[in-house]
């Protein structure tokens, strides 16, 4: 049996016990539906054959070799993965059109007695509404943005601000970066994966109340914002948190411990400058990273790159709807900032 998913949310619906992924493992590091598990029936060479095969000689040679695979492939998850589970186990398996690669391998789970299902349009289906729910729909919620120069704890605020009863999707989070040169965090999401993980956010979203999202440029690393968020940004009402580059200093060298742990990454990231200031500068800059001078760094990056940016960018946008204050940025400072953050967004909605 077939099911068809109407929105993003149906997933969750069914109560699946595994949802498996039998794409080749190319197509499912790229992207795949939100908790799946890769048992592929077919892997990347395999596919390729298959599909050259199809193509250079007939689809129904190509049909009896696939179905070879399958079996081969079906019989080493049997054996593995999947052994341990019990006779009223549920799974729910796609492929990438809910054709033949899942077919075949529900047929065989089916045979063994389990009741397994089938996604109608494989993961295909899913990607529309992903698309739909990205490109076509206006964000359901008022968006507020979040804004601040580098180092005022932002990121760390606005995942505090629904212990406040404000809804919040943290870009940077889906996004794995934190949107500045230095802020890498590792591999990235696929575009697609991305899109997918931000349409979930979007499609949870209660339509009566604001949602905060950070103030970011149109990348986040290498993850394009959809057109229809980042319109929504530009429009909605900023509420600023304002500290003094001094706590700014002093929480950048907090907040990018697993970057300055490495001070030759930290060099080698600061040399990237060099096109945007004087070489005499980034000598400066790299011999306080060598002699673990986090505070001053970040305090003469800030004074030097990043404030007197956000300053020309900021001179052609309104001012902020509301201006929060910060003296300090402490671990124990920011879940009272993040409650006058709250209170500052929920007046907006009033307004």
Known sequence: MAITLTSLTDLSAPGFDDIIDVRSPAEYAEDHLPGAISLPVLDD?????????????????????????????????????????????????????GGQRSGS??????????RVE????????????????????????????????????????????????????????LARHRGSLFGALGP????????????????????????????ESSKIGNCRLPPM??????????????????ARAAYLARAYADLTADRVRLGQVVGLLQPLHPREVI?????????????VLADSLMERHYDPRYGRH???????????????????DLPGLAARIAEAVLGLAKV
């Open 45 to 97: 060479e395999e596919r390729a054959r298959v599909g050259t095969i199809y193509k250079q000689v007939s689809p129904f040679t190509a049909r009896k070799v696939g179905a070879a695979l399958v079996a081969k492939n079906a019989a080493r998850h049997l054996e593995g993965p999947l052994a341990d589970r019990p006779g009223g186990w549920r799974p729910l398996v796609y492929c990438w059109r």
């Open 105 to 114: 391998f529900a047929t065989i789970l089916s045979q063994i007695g389990w």
């Open 118 to 173: 089938t996604l109608a349009g494989g993961y295909k289906a899913w990607r529309a509404l992903v698309v739909r729910e990205v490109y076509d729909t206006p964000v359901r919620a008022p968006v507020v943005v979040l804004d601040g120069n580098t180092g005022s704890a932002k990121t760390e605020v606005l995942n505090l601000l629904p212990g406040f009863g404000v809804q919040a999707i943290d870009l940077e989070g």
């Open 188 to 215: 990235q999401p696929s575009q697609k994966a991305f899109e997918a993980a931000l349409a979930q956010a979007l499609a949870g979203l209660d339509p009566a109340r604001p949602v905060v999202v950070e103030a």
């Open 229 to 246: 968020l980042w319109k929504a940004m530009v429009a909605a009402p900023r509420v600023a948190i304002a500290a003094p580059r001094s």
């Open 283 to 295: 000598a400066d800059w790299q011999a306080m990273a060598a002699a673990g001078a986090f505070e």
């Open 314 to 332: 900021r001179a052609r946008m309104p001012a902020p709807a509301a201006e929060v204050t910060a003296d300090r940025l402490a671990p124990g």
